[in-house]
T-cell receptor, first 111, second 114 residues
Framework: TQLLEQSPQFLSIQEGENLTVYCNSSSVFSSLQWYRQEPGEGPVLLVTVVTGGEVKKLKRLTFQFGDARKDSSLHITAAQPGDTGLYLCAGAGNAGNMLTFGGGTRLMVKP | DTAVSQTPKYLVTQMGNDKSIKCEQNLGHDTMYWYKQDSKKFLKIMFSYNNKELIINETVPNRFSPKSPDKAHLNLHINSLELGDSAVYFC?????????????FGQGTRLTVV
């Protein structure tokens, strides 16, 4: 079973601060995705990274896939209260069809 | 139009009862899933179906029985409900064999067993 560990589990910061969330594994993934989940809703895909070393930007969010395709990070610049939510990383195995989720990072951005 | 819809959104029931959760997707995907999210927000896959065929069964008790009448529907029936079954159950769909395997989730069904 491929496992993904996310850190930190909880993060409470002030508006305007920067933060980084990490997603680590000892397994190689064919791709890695980041989802955001709000209370009472299902996870919604933010980005997919496929190539080792790949960096993708989505406004103030920067996603990076590790060179060895075992880890990923999500960096948020100048966090806003609207960024509050549960951030989940998920890796797709070599079979390409099963997603393994990390434990999630609960982010709270205070105004 | 809701891409992945599941019903009901909330379900409160007594121990020992049997209940079903329904899921439908209109994305044309051929793979559907059931995930369980516990109180700590950990999402764990339960089942995966591809074109009505069971692909993944992740050590789920026999009391849980998925049924896929067609590739747009995947229902979950639970027999003899236990307190530990309380959780949020998410249905999801994706395209089989897609390298990136992007999953689209329903809104979840919060099951409370009392």
């Amino acid at each position: 079973t491929q496992l993904l560990e996310q850190s930190p589990q909880f993060l409470s910061i002030q508006e305007g601060e920067n933060l980084t969330v990490y997603c680590n594994s000892s397994s190689v993934f064919s791709s890695l995705q980041w989802y955001r989940q709000e209370p009472g809703e299902g996870p919604v895909l933010l980005v997919t990274v496929v190539t080792g070393g790949e960096v993708k930007k989505l406004k103030r969010l920067t996603f990076q896939f590790g060179d060895a395709r075992k880890d990923s990070s999500l960096h948020i610049t100048a966090a806003q209260p609207g960024d509050t939510g549960l951030y989940l990383c998920a890796g797709a195995g070599n079979a390409g069809n099963m997603l393994t989720f990390g434990g999630g990072t609960r982010l709270m951005v205070k105004p | 139009d809701t891409a992945v819809s599941q019903t009901p959104k909330y379900l409160v029931t007594q121990m020992g009862n049997d209940k079903s959760i329904k899921c439908e997707q209109n994305l044309g995907h051929d793979t559907m899933y059931w995930y369980k999210q516990d109180s700590k927000k950990f999402l764990k896959i339960m089942f995966s179906y591809n074109n009505k065929e069971l692909i993944i069964n992740e050590t789920v008790p026999n009391r849980f029985s998925p049924k896929s009448p067609d590739k747009a529907h995947l229902n979950l029936h639970i027999n003899s409900l236990e307190l530990g079954d309380s959780a949020v159950y998410f249905c999801a769909s994706s395209q089989w064999g897609a390298f990136q395997t992007e999953a689209f989730f329903g809104q979840g069904t919060r099951l409370t067993v009392v």
